[in-house]
Nanobody
Framework: QLQACGGGVVQAGGSLRLSCVAAGITFSRLDMGWFRQAPDEDREFVAAINYSGAYTEYADAVKGRFTISRDKNTMYLQMISLKPEDTAVYYC????????????????WGHGTVVTVSS
């Protein structure tokens, strides 16, 4: 029901924009976000945005470099100044119980898109 795309291989300092679309669920009523999981690491929160787009939250590791946004049908994660430590599988998530840093907040998870940042 959630499909993320836009991942790829980029050099350190480069940029990527991830997108997430939803099918079969009411996108406009959902709070959404991004999580990521690097190899041999725990899943971690990246960014979140409320259903209207008026409120956002970021992990300290990406603040100032990543921007989450949304329009009528798509959620985005603009990533600039990428670092090798940003290498991970990125998952878009959605739910109706608020937005935040806890994975349990979200009911829907996409399959993920791979971001690889080379040094």
């Amino acid at each position: 029901q959630l499909q993320a795309c836009g991942g790829g291989v980029v050099q350190a300092g480069g940029s990527l924009r991830l997108s997430c679309v939803a099918a079969g669920i009411t996108f406009s009523r959902l709070d959404m976000g991004w999580f990521r999981q690097a190899p041999d690491e725990d899943r971690e929160f990246v960014a979140a945005i409320n259903y209207s787009g008026a409120y956002t939250e970021y992990a300290d590791a990406v603040k100032g470099r990543f921007t989450i946004s949304r329009d009528k049908n798509t959620m985005y994660l603009q990533m600039i100044s990428l670092k090798p430590e940003d290498t991970a599988v990125y998952y878009c998530v959605a739910g109706s119980r608020g937005y935040g840093r806890k994975p349990s907040t979200y009911d829907y998870w996409g399959h993920g898109t791979v971001v690889t940042v080379s040094s």
